[in-house]
């Protein structure tokens, strides 16, 4: 009986030791590594106030040492795609961006930052379609993957097992079972509702992987995600957007909270940018049934008439830079008369936020549609706590009425366009994988400036008076949302 109270006192205080060394070891780590000082920061007061919480949050979802060993070999990788195909392609094209700079200005600047850090080359005459919610997405999407003739590639967040699963489910296998090459990556933590699709799919001949599987022994990876929306058929036709692959988009009724969002079909030479995002996807989850950078995977597509010069930017945990932001903030402040912006998950990085505030406060107008409802009550309430300042400086803020936005649109000056994947977080742009389209074409820019005006007929403008007196209460939860917004 002595011994085995000894023994318990010895393990207790052996115990207490391994804890604190390890509570303190993750202090050293924060201070060490230099983050951003807001992450810092909440990891800090997180480990002070919740100690043991702390540490468990802190090894799942904050450790960057576990992010640079895991994406570093990716990012070789990917280096060694991209050079090969910069030599190929980048000197064909390296002058359209002079050809751009005559009717745009300094918009061009985010497409000459991206051809300087070889992330993505400008390519003009492609068709773009606008497509608005699944109800224009889905019937295009069903139609051109039923006359795909040698590949298609899809590349989801989500894939659920629903109306619109099955029926892509379906499509897919009986495109493989003709001949045509079929790979699908879904997300291992979006897609949790994708029931039996991929026994289905790999049944059929389809080469199905789950991108970065969330199992017990993997949990502290599974902060990473792909929110990317891609299709590539053909090497031809390109999807992109934010638009997943779920009954929910469709609005037909079976879901209650109606959803608006905004997704680009395209035609061009800029499919290979697309192909080439996914392509280093693939090469990350799967070491079999590759494919090579040449025909009919990659070409050059014949100019379309009236087509425009459209670029694609891809950016995720494994970028040297958070080039989708950098994109944002580029285009901002290049803005002279206007910046239109939809957005779900409105919780900016200081460049950004700054960006904003400066342009309005430059006579810029400056306008933003936010969720009313929304699909997650703490972001949304994180977000509402960035409002104030914006309405301070001349921004205009909206809050969608009509059900949920979730479409990631940017319009600057009638020209330019952003359409993707990327919400206007941390999450997005510097650790999920996300991609989203430049487009340089008054046509299409009109287009969704139209989509735009639509949306304000739904929308509850915000004025600084009635904003300012909301209750204690209200603007205290929003505060306390915002201190989780580096770790959300």
């Known amino acids: 009986m002595e011994f085995i109270e000894t023994f318990s006192a010895f393990y207790r205080e052996w115990d207490w030791l391994l804890y604190s060394a390890i509570y303190i070891g993750a202090i050293f780590t924060i201070i060490f590594e230099n983050r951003d000082p807001n992450k810092s920061l909440a990891y800090l007061l997180l480990l002070i106030f919740l100690p043991i919480l702390g540490l468990i949050v802190f090894y799942f979802f904050g450790r960057d040492y576990r992010k640079r060993r895991r994406f570093r070999l990716k990012e070789e990788k990917d280096q060694q795609v991209l050079d090969k195909y910069w030599k190929e392609k980048a000197d064909e094209f390296k002058d359209r961006l002079k050809e751009l700079q005559p009717a745009y200005g300094g918009l061009v600047e985010p497409a000459r930052m991206l051809f300087n850090r070889q992330e993505g080359i ?9 497509l608005l919610n699944g109800e224009e997405k889905f019937p295009r999407l069903f139609e051109d993957l039923k006359n795909a ?3 298609i590639h899809l590349e989801y967040y989500i894939l659920t097992e629903d109306d619109v699963g099955n029926t892509i489910a379906e499509i897919l296998i009986e495109r493989a079972r003709n001949g045509v090459e079929v790979r699908v990556i879904a997300d291992g933590l979006g897609a949790t509702r994708i029931g039996k699709i991929p026994r289905r799919l790999k049944q059929a001949g389809v080469y199905y992987q ?7 022994a993997s949990l502290a990876s599974a902060n ?3 929110h990317r929306k891609i299709v590539v058929i053909d090497g031809k036709i390109g999807y992109v957007g934010g638009i997943n692959l779920d009954d929910r988009y469709w609005n037909n009724g079976k879901h209650d909270l109606y959803w608006r969002d905004t997704h680009l079909r395209l035609e061009g030479s800029t499919v290979n940018n697309l192909q080439l995002q996914f392509l280093t996807s693939w090469h990350f989850v799967s070491e079999g049934h590759r494919f090579p950078i040449q025909d009919p995977y990659f070409g050059v597509a014949e100019e379309k008439e009236n087509g425009c010069p459209v670029t694609i930017v891809g950016s995720g945990p494994d970028s040297q830079r958070p080039h989708a932001m950098d994109c944002i903030v580029s285009a901002i402040h290049e803005a002279r008369e206007r910046v239109r912006i939809v957005n779900p998950y409105f919780i900016p990085d200081d460049p950004v936020k700054t960006a904003l505030e400066i342009a309005a406060t430059s006579g810029i107008e ?7 409802p929304s699909d997650s009550w703490v972001v949304n309430h994180a977000s509402r706590s960035f409002i104030k300042p914006l309405l301070q400086n001349n921004v205009k803020v909206y809050l969608y009425q009509k ?4 479409a990631k649109t940017i319009t600057v000056d009638g020209k330019f366009s952003m359409i993707g994947t990327v919400n206007m977080d941390i999450r997005s742009f510097f650790i999920n994988f996300e991609v989203a389209a430049l487009i340089y074409d008054e046509k299409l820019t009109g287009q969704l400036d139209a989509s735009f005006e639509t949306d304000l007929e739904h929308c509850e403008k915000l004025e600084w008076e009635k904003w300012s007196q909301r209750p204690v209460w209200m603007r205290g939860g929003d505060s306390c949302c915002r201190l989780l917004t580096p770790l959300l």
């Open 149 to 151: 003739r040698h590949h």
């Open 224 to 226: 990473y995600r792909n």
């Open 210 to 216: 789950t991108f970065m599987p969330v199992r017990f």
């Open 366 to 372: 400056v306008e933003l549609i936010l969720p009313g």
């Open 403 to 406: 059900g949920f936005v979730h």
């Open 122 to 130: 400008t390519f003009s005459g492609n068709r773009v379609d606008l």
